[in-house]
């Protein structure tokens, strides 16, 4: 494991240089970090009213004050989880009112997706009113364009190992009225600059740590499946170490939150999936959970779908599955010889294991047990799948769906969800 730690380290660095900052005990150096970003910041903080949140954000200020940058009162609140759309706009009109040098966003993934898609809105909503005009790719770029305008920086402190939000280019926002998260995906959007303190996760609860887990692992997963040419000789180091580093220390974390070593080295794994998913993509487990937000946290409801993905994916990725079932081996969850193994046989050898580790950190493993899921889910999943601002989803799957296969393909791979039934599910000719 010390070997997968060191170069989680340096693929780190090689990705963001001197504008990320993390290790452990290392919050005081958010000051030093963003000073040359301008002389007045506006904080957006989740934990508002939490001791822990209380503690970090403390730290974050005096940290400001030593670097002469003024921190402009009062310190907005964050999210909600998920992200809704509400949020963003309260957050953005109070950014409006104290109109700062840059932002700094303290928080979990959502509190930071917030931030992001809060300094969009701040830029742009004169001209463009609709928040739906900024889901999809590159919408955002083509907008500043337009106008001539800029972002106000915006500089992320991550609090929780899950998303990744602090590295990378996305922002996902949920519509509340319709419960169906949809995704801002930009280059634009990517913080200026990030810190990340693995220590500060100690503070996350048992399920938090879990769902935080397996959406990294989930990042990781499903860019694996999908990496092709190029892409998959720059990626494959970086989802590999991220695999490992993820399955084999979920467990020890989720059982103790203050095994520091567990949590560092899960801050490193997930920080790995939010640099896979800015080399390739995720694909139909995160495009599904977008429409279980009522029912199930995103890391739980990716946690869920990816093995029955995994199924579904198996004539496109037999060497991708060999690598997982080995990781999956080395941390005691794989029994069986799997050398003898191919296709779908060998995806569901990795697919009960998956459902094993998730079993363990107390994950659901069918929808029907899943309070409050409805047939309603399931047509929602599949009506969001077939809306252009979701089509980077399926651009991504190894086996490639449109529009128009949807209903055939996906269909069955959320019924056997539902039921736990893999045997329902039709795999197409790659």
């Known amino acids: 494991m010390g070997e997968c730690i060191r170069t989680a380290r340096e693929l780190l660095r090689q990705f963001k240089g001197n504008d990320y900052v993390f290790g452990m005990n290392c919050i005081g150096k958010a000051g030093a970090l963003t000073a040359n970003l301008g002389r007045r910041v506006a904080l957006v903080a989740g934990g508002n009213g939490k001791p ?21 009162q009062p310190v907005i609140p964050g999210a909600k989880p998920n992200t809704p759309r509400e949020d963003v706009f309260r957050i953005a009109e109070s950014l409006r009112q104290v109109q700062p040098d840059f932002i700094v966003a303290v928080g ?5 997706d917030a931030a992001k898609a809060a300094a969009v809105w701040l830029a742009l909503s004169d001209k463009h009113g609709d928040i739906e005009e900024y889901f999809g790719v590159d919408k955002v770029s083509g907008f500043l364009r337009e106008t001539g305008r800029g972002l106000v920086p915006l500089v992320a402190v991550e609090l929780a190992a899950s998303s990744a939000s602090h590295l990378t280019k996305y922002s996902n926002v949920t519509l509340t009225d319709t419960a169906q998260k949809k995704l801002i995906v930009d280059n634009a959007i990517i913080p200026a600059r990030a810190l ?14 879990a769902d935080g887990a397996f959406d990294g692992l989930s990042h990781c997963l499903e860019v694996l499946y999908g990496l092709k040419g190029t892409a998959l000789e ?82 496109a990725i037999e060497p991708q599955l060999r690598d997982v079932a080995n990781v999956l081996r080395r941390a005691g969850l794989l029994r069986m010889p799997t050398d003898p193994l191919g296709g779908r046989d060998l995806s569901l050898a990795v697919a009960e294991a998956l459902q094993s580790l998730a079993a363990e950190v107390g994950m659901p493993m069918r929808l029907a047990d899943v ?17 252009p601002q979701l089509e980077s989803k399926l651009r991504n799957m190894p086996v490639p769906l449109s529009a128009a296969t949807v209903e055939e393909y996906m269909g069955p791979v959320l019924e056997a969800a539902r039921t736990g039934n893999f045997s329902l599910i039709r795999n197409m000719k790659v």
Do not use: K
């Open 52 to 72: 822990w949140g209380q503690a970090v954000l403390s730290l974050v200020m005096d940290s400001f004050r030593s670097a002469g940058v003024e921190v402009l």
């Open 371 to 387: 309070p409050g899921f409805t047939d309603g889910h399931i047509r929602r999943a599949l009506e969001a799948a077939r809306n």
């Open 196 to 209: 990340f303190d693995y220590q500060a996760t100690a503070s996350m609860s048992p399920d938090f740590t």
């Open 234 to 315: 720059r990626g494959l180091p970086v989802v590999s170490v991220g695999i490992e580093l993820i399955v084999g220390n979920v467990r020890a974390a989720f059982r103790d939150g203050q095994d520091l070593a567990a949590r560092e080295a899960l801050g490193l794994g997930t920080d790995l999936g939010g640099l896979a998913i800015m080399i390739g993509g995720t694909s139909g487990a995160h495009l599904n959970s977008f429409s279980l937000v009522d029912v199930l946290s995103h890391g739980r409801a990716c946690a869920l779908m990816n093995p029955y993905y995994t199924v579904f994916f198996a004539p």
């Open 108 to 112: 979990a993934g959502s509190v930071i």
